[in-house]
């Protein structure tokens, strides 16, 4: 095999030369194809000691108290439950709010706008936020509702909005995209109005799809912290007033995590771990839900 | 509308031709609102900054001062650590998301593409925060310990190379940081790369091979060139998610306003200079709007950056 590919490419030479020459051809191949292994053993090696690092510094702290109390001064068996609360509304708050306007958006795109100019230019913006920095979506609420009204778990929620909007627009899109156009037309055929063929028809068939976005969406916003440290700002109390500042996971383990008590931190490793194993959980259901549609 | 809609002989049909043009409307207005959003967090971004604006002018830029006491502020350290971090950790993950890839699409088995890909996504999955504690309590520890002194050892005396790879072996600093961002924006260039590497048509590939080259020679050859423009824009992807990564780098940077030239040494970027002091602002102060100003410069450089990553997906993506 290597004989005749030689052969070919170098008629002229002598054999023996291109005998070398192709072990040569085949050495650098292989040390490249090495190296790729070893780039991917690399990238596993990095997930691995992540979810190592969790596992062995969290469960040693896991236990019913965390789930039972309070955020409390060091020394006191404080809990993360009004931190986790905190989270769980947050989340739904923003899911609650930027998924239907990005199903709306997605829709506009696939169904109104496939090549017009408002709707390059909407999916052009939309990609952009899409990878936009979390920390100036935080900034930017802080501006429009914190600035003056001061912190709430509302603003706190709004800008988890505006992080869900992209990715689901994002999904949606490719989704209704993939809705053969037949299925409309038999819709239209039989009297039924655009906006019904939309809402019965292509999102029935895109469900999958949509609710997988939807699942990453809300995998995504659970951990941000950037965008709530200058929205929702964080409660050491009980509290689940919108208008006041809210606690919240990834911002509690921000503030244990860089202190000198030692319960402290370790509560912040159990609350990474719930928060990780949380939030990869999230992806893995939503990869699986999407299977079947490959 | 009413009117018209009062003439018409078929009731059934008007409520029918109604709900769609609501059904339209609503959608066209979502779509509008997505760019009023966009326009809606840089008009309140540069107004916040403004008053840091008028108070240094484009000195702003350059001046390297961040002294809270005398009101001085300038984002050029900020700006340096934010370039500098990012250039280095794509300098780390380019080569690792070009062996993923590659690994992925032409060397791995069937039966373990799926679960190697899916695991490579869920490190994108995992959140900023956690980044910053394993950077913090595994990373920068081990970088103390066996890397950074040894580095140091190594290079002393060759020049250039002993001042880039100097500073205190703390484990924290600009290089750490950029090690951390490197392993975060990994997936997401990988994934890219994965994707349009597949777009090659297997016909060309196919020939390639056919005439004897190796695999290697398929990849550099057909594969690379035939998808560049598409690889470039996931690379600028990965460069738009580094420059914005607030938390990770927060808990490694070391936070000091200082360019100090080498690697090692503690710094800052824009991000975790806002994280870091926006809680010590106060309310209309001339500080939180230099950090709004700060937020400023850096939503147009990461729009600018994903705005190019964006014209250099498109044209491959709607080919494919």
Aim: charged share 10%; net charge neutral.
């Amino acid at each position: 095999m290597s004989a005749t590919a030689a052969a070919i490419a170098a008629p002229n030479r002598d054999p023996q030369v291109a005998t070398a020459l192709s072990r040569r051809r085949e050495r650098i191949s292989l040390f490249v194809k090495a190296l790729c292994v070893a780039a991917t053993a690399v990238s596993l090696l990095f997930l691995a000691s992540i979810l190592y690092t969790l596992l062995h510094l969290g469960l040693g702290g896991l236990s019913i108290t965390v789930f039972t109390h309070m955020t409390k001064p060091s020394g006191d068996n404080g809990g993360l439950l009004n931190a986790i609360v905190g989270s769980i509304i947050q989340t739904a708050i923003g899911a609650a709010i930027g998924t239907p306007v990005g199903i709306m958006v997605g829709t506009y795109l696939a169904e109104y706008a496939r090549a017009s100019a408002l709707g390059n230019a909407v999916r052009f913006v939309s990609d952009v936020l899409l990878s936009a920095p979390s920390i100036l979506i935080g900034l930017f609420i802080y501006q429009l509702f914190v600035n003056g009204h001061g912190y709430s778990g509302i603003a706190g929620g709004l800008s988890l909005a505006v992080i869900v909007i992209p990715i689901v627009v994002r999904t949606t899109e490719d989704m209704l995209r993939l809705i053969p156009l037949a299925l409309r037309e038999a819709a239209v055929a039989l009297g039924a109005p655009k906006w019904k063929a939309i809402v019965f028809i292509c999102y029935r068939a895109a469900l999958d799809g949509i609710a997988t976005g939807i699942l990453l969406a809300i995998a995504r916003v659970a951990g941000e912290t950037a965008p709530l440290l200058f929205t929702s700002l964080g409660n050491d109390n009980w509290s689940i007033d919108l208008g006041a500042p809210m606690s919240s996971l990834p911002l509690t383990i921000y503030q244990y995590a860089g202190s000198p008590a030692d319960d402290w931190v370790q509560l912040a490793w159990v609350g990474a771990l719930l928060i990780t194993f949380g939030v990869l959980a999230l992806n893995i259901i939503a990869r699986i839900a999407l299977r079947p549609r490959r | 509308m009413s009117q018209v809609a009062s003439t018409a002989s078929v009731p059934a049909r008007r409520s029918a031709i109604s709900g769609d043009a609501i059904f339209a409307a609503v959608a066209v207005a979502a779509g509008v609102f997505v760019l009023v959003l966009l326009g809606a967090i840089i008009i309140s971004l540069f107004i916040g900054g403004l008053p840091s604006f008028r108070a240094f002018g484009l000195g702003f830029l350059t001046s390297t001062d961040w002294d809270p006491v005398q009101h001085i502020y300038g984002a050029a350290v900020p700006i340096y650590g934010t370039v500098v971090t990012s250039i280095l950790a794509l300098l780390m993950a380019v080569p690792l998301a070009f062996g993923v890839a590659f690994y992925l699409t032409e060397l791995a088995p069937a039966w373990l593409r799926r679960p190697i890909g899916t695991a490579v996504e869920l490190l994108a999955a995992v959140p900023s925060i956690i980044y910053g504690m394993w950077g913090f309590f595994v990373i920068a520890p081990f970088m103390a310990t066996y890397i950074e002194p040894n580095v140091i050892d190594t290079l002393d005396g060759i020049p250039v190379l002993q001042d880039l790879f100097a500073g205190p072996p703390f484990g924290t600093g600009l290089f750490t940081a950029a090690l951390i961002l490197a392993v975060m924006v990994l997936p997401f260039i990988a994934a890219t790369m994965r994707d349009v590497f597949m777009t090659v048509p297997p016909v060309y590939k196919e020939s390639a091979y056919g005439v004897g080259c190796t695999t290697w020679e398929v990849m550099r050859s057909i594969v690379v060139p035939y998808t560049r423009t598409s690889v470039v824009g996931g690379i600028m992807l990965g460069l738009g998610r580094a420059l914005g990564e607030t938390m990770a780098v927060t808990f490694v940077i070391g936070n000091t306003n200082r360019i100090t030239g080498n690697l090692f040494g503690s710094g800052n970027t824009i991000a975790s200079l806002v994280a870091l002091e926006f809680g010590e602002s106060e309310n209309g102060s001339l500080k939180l709007s230099s950090l709004l100003a700060l937020g400023f410069i850096l939503f147009v450089i990461s729009f600018i950056v994903l705005a190019i990553s964006r014209l250099l997906l498109r044209p491959r993506a709607v080919r494919a």
